[in-house]
């Protein structure tokens, strides 16, 4: 079966720095993009930041509110990408997700179950 299973979430300080990652299995790595997704209370999920599968190519994007600050990243070798997030703002406090995402040859995609990160002082 497909899993996402994040880790790394957890209670940090205004202006500190988490690295979340998200192992994946039951599926071809390599074959998919792999994204951030985050969700605070009372707020639509919005997608943090995106990497493509080292098949296809490309470039990672991020949201604006984060460009500069969070990073993404791939290991396809452990099937596992990371995010990490650096100078941690209040408004960063949310559930985060990792996605993994392909359209070719067919469409998938896949969530994980989300963890938390607080950003409080």
């Known amino acids: 079966q497909v899993q996402l299973v994040e880790s790394g979430g957890g209670l940090v300080q205004p202006g500190g720095s988490l690295r979340l990652s998200c192992a994946a299995s039951g599926f071809t790595f390599s074959m998919y993009a792999m994204n951030w997704y985050r969700q605070a209370p009372g707020k639509e999920r919005e997608l943090v930041a995106t990497?493509?599968?080292?098949?296809?190519?490309?470039?990672?994007n991020y949201a604006d509110s984060v460009k500069g600050r969070f990073t993404i990243s791939r290991d396809n070798s452990k099937n596992t990408v990371y995010l990490q997030m650096n100078s941690l703002k209040l408004e960063d406090t949310a559930v985060y997700y990792c996605?993994?995402?392909?359209?070719?040859?067919?469409?998938?995609?896949?969530w994980g179950q989300g963890t938390q990160v607080t950003v409080s002082s």
């Open positions: 996605n993994a995402h392909r359209l070719l040859p067919t469409y998938h995609v896949y």
């Open positions: 990497i493509p599968s080292p098949v296809t190519g490309g470039n990672t």
